[in-house]
């Protein structure tokens, strides 16, 4: 993409502006100018009064903007306040890592922009508003890996990675990062494997080692959308779509009905208050753990292979009480 001048200046300036703030080769790759031209362009910011900060020598310099600066002009409502304080809160999973304390550094930045009228009322809202956390990952011990992944994805750069997977086996992949997802407290990669083509995901906290290549770049495929890698997913676990049937007992209809549990659900009403519940999903693990959690209010009606597993489960758990 050809940018002008004033496209580039606005662009390295959001640069600046990240935790750390960029080095000077990195804004001389990515807007395609020399050593000369940058010491130009830097030059005119500083005569917009912009506060750069300009420390090291040569290409691998750091600049950044001065934390103190602030947007001037902007005016956050109540509710956007209350959104980003709440959103927050959603991510505490996240503590400890870069991720998180970027969060947290944007969120002040904008505490200037609340208005007097409203800094009161948001002063409280600790105690008014609060996400009850599930059971979460650790990546307290990750925030580097984190922001390796992250700046990988901001960059389209490929990247080496070890992978250990459930059964305790450990490969080595080259990757062309396209989205990171949450689900249940927890990272998920979604990424090309370039040895086979195929698009693959991967839980973060099993990455043992990712580097990005930073001098490298890739094209994400044209008709790559982070929605297919759900597609017969109950959760996150990607599955061939099969048709399945379950129906449960009055005990628990109304919290079947409460909950919205897959997009290709259809919840039916039986004479004896019981309801029947039908998706096409995958038979993955996580299909079976959720029919579980029901115990005995929950008979699965097809695939017949589903509901062997369920009954095998229940068996097996029975067995260790008798």
């Known amino acids: 993409m050809n940018l002008n001048k004033a496209q580039k200046l606005v662009r390295m300036v959001e640069l600046m502006t990240r935790r750390g703030g960029v080095r000077a080769w990195e804004l001389m790759d990515r807007f395609d100018v020399d050593?000369?031209?940058?010491?130009?362009y830097l030059s005119d910011l500083k005569e917009m009064n912009l506060p750069i900060n300009d420390d090291g020598a040569g290409e691998d310099r750091t600049i950044a903007l001065d934390a103190e600066y602030r947007r001037s002009g902007v005016q956050l409502t109540l509710p956007e306040v209350l959104s980003l304080h709440f959103g927050r809160?959603?991510?505490?999973?996240?503590?400890?890592?870069?991720?998180?304390?970027?969060?947290?550094?944007?969120?002040?930045?904008l505490e200037p922009?609340?208005?007097?009228?409203?800094?009161?009322?948001?002063?409280?809202?600790?105690?008014?508003?609060?996400?009850?956390?599930?059971?979460?990952?650790?990546?307290?011990?990750?925030?580097?890996?984190?922001?390796?992944?992250?700046?990988?994805?901001?960059?389209?750069?490929?990247?080496?990675?070890?992978?250990?997977k459930p059964t305790g086996a450990s490969k080595d992949y080259f990757l062309e990062p396209l989205t990171l997802a949450t689900y249940r407290q927890g990272l998920y990669l979604f990424a090309r494997d370039r040895h086979d083509g195929q698009v693959k995901s991967f839980a973060v906290e099993r990455f043992s080692r990712f580097s990005r290549l930073r001098m490298e770049k890739f094209r994400p495929?044209?008709?790559?959308?982070?929605?297919d890698q759900l597609r017969g997913a109950f959760g996150i676990l990607k599955g061939e779509p099969q048709s399945v049937s379950a129906c449960f007992d009055s005990t628990v209809a109304h919290y079947v009905r409460e909950r919205h549990w897959h997009p290709s659900q259809v919840i039916e009403e039986l004479p004896d208050g019981r309801v029947r519940v039908r998706f096409e999903v995958g038979l993955t693990h996580e299909l079976v753990s959720w029919l579980l959690g029901f115990g005995g209010d929950v008979q699965v009606e097809e695939p017949a292979s589903l509901a062997r597993r369920v009954r095998d489960a229940h068996k097996q758990a029975l067995e260790r009480y008798t």
């Open 35 to 40: 050593a000369r031209t940058l010491r130009r």
């Open 89 to 109: 809160k959603l991510f505490t999973f996240l503590d400890g890592t870069g991720f998180a304390q970027d969060l947290d550094d944007a969120i002040e930045r």
């Open 113 to 164: 922009a609340i208005p007097r009228a409203h800094a009161e009322l948001a002063q409280d809202l600790d105690r008014k508003f609060m996400a009850v956390p599930e059971h979460a990952k650790d990546y307290t011990e990750m925030g580097d890996l984190v922001d390796e992944i992250i700046t990988a994805l901001l960059y389209d750069n490929p990247s080496r990675a070890s992978y250990t």
């Open 221 to 227: 495929p044209a008709a790559y959308r982070p929605e």
